[in-house]
Each structure stands twice: as C-alpha cells, then as structure tokens.
C-alpha cells in the first residue's frame, strides 16, 4: 500500500456541511501559500469540468434523477478520473488543496441510507490524504449562512444526516476546526496544521491509499 517518494507535495482536503467555508478557506490558503513561493494547486470535488463531473452536476441541479447508487459511483468515478494527475502533481512537489474528497462520498451517500462499507469500497485505492481538515458547525448555524441554494441535498434535515455521518467518519487524524470563529481566525488556524503536514510531506513521509 506505501510508496516511497521524498521532497512530494502534501494532499490537503478540507471537510465539512455546505456553507462550512471550504470554498472561502481553499481560496485563502491558496493565496496564502502561492505567496509564500510554495508550488501549490487549489482543487475540488466535484470536478465539474469532465463528462461525468458534468451528470453529476445535472444530478445536483435536479434536472436528472440517478438512482442513489450510480451517483456514488459517478462521485466515486471523477475522482478516479483525475487519480493520475493527483499522483504526478504531489510527486512533482506541488501540494493539493482539496475541497472535498472520498470522505463526502461517503457522507452523502449513506446519509441516504446507503452501507457504508458499500460506499467505502469504490474509494479504495484513491490516494490517501496526508491531512483531512473538517470544518465544524452545526447544520442549524450553516443554514443561517445566506440560505441554501436550489441544489439537492441543501435541506437542513438531510445536512443534519450528513453531520452524522461524518462524525462516524472522523478519526483521531482529523484536525477539527470550529468554522463559526471568524473567517481569519479559522485561517490562521488551518494555515498552522496545513504548514505542519506540509512539512512532514516535505521531509519524505510516504504516500499511501484510501483506506489506511
Ligand atoms: N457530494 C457528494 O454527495 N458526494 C461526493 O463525493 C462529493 C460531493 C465530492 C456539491 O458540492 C454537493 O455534492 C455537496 C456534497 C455533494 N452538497 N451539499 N450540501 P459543492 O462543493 O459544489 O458545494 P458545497 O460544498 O456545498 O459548497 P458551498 O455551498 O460553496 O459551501 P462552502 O464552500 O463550504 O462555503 P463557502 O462558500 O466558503 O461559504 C458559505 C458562506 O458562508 C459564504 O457566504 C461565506 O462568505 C460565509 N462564510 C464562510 N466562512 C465564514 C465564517 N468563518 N464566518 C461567517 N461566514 C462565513
């Protein structure tokens, strides 16, 4: 499962509920790290740019039904889609800001009542996160963030689901962020574990594969 690699960029993915502030904090710690000389790409998932990130995108905006399983594989599917290019990206030494990975699959997926294990299995092989930051807040105080949009899933009842989930999710490698502080205090904060993890990438730790 381990590979061997040194000098490598580190796999950064940010987790959390709609509205938790991945799209703000991605962007912030891009610049941030773009500044400060580091070889740095901002990425997210879904990738809607691709044929299937285009179904899944129709899928979210209601103007296609999918039965819940063959949408996890399309989930699943655009991030094997862009695998290769993660792998040769990191191994060049370019650190990858994620928002959102294989632990949103899993989430979503079996939110809906879908098994876990199930929705694990198709993840398995994907490239392992050096660092899963989840961005903490209650589906309450998320929904009070400018309203949800039109897209599937933007209900509280079903975020509140998702939150449950993810706390089954979540181990002890996770760094927990409480995402209601402000939006500078939660960037000082994930720009601290982020630095830390790009250190370790940095001094040769290895690569591995979901799930560890
Ligand atoms: N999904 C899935 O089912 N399976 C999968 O495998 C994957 C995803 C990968 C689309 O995702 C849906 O796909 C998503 C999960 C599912 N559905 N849901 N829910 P998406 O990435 O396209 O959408 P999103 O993740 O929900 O993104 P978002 O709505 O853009 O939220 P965000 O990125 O977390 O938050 P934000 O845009 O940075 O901030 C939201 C607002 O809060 C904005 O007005 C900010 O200015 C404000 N904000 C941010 N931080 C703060 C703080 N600290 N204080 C106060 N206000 C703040």
Sequence with gaps: NKESS???GALIVLEGLDRCGKTSQSGRLYKYLDDQGHSVESWRFPDRNTGVGQMISSY?????QLDDHAIHLLFSANRWEKRSLMEEKLKSGTTLIVDR???SGVAFSSAKGLDIEWCKAPEIGLLAPDLVVYLDISPEKAAERGGYGDERYEQLEFQKKVAGSYLSLRDSSW????ATLSIEDVEKKLREVVLDCMMTCHKGKPMSQLWP
């Design 101 to 103: 990975y294989s632990y």
């Design 175 to 178: 760094k927990v962020i409480d």
């Design 60 to 64: 979210l905006a209601n103007k296609s």
């Design 6 to 8: 040194s000098s490598r």
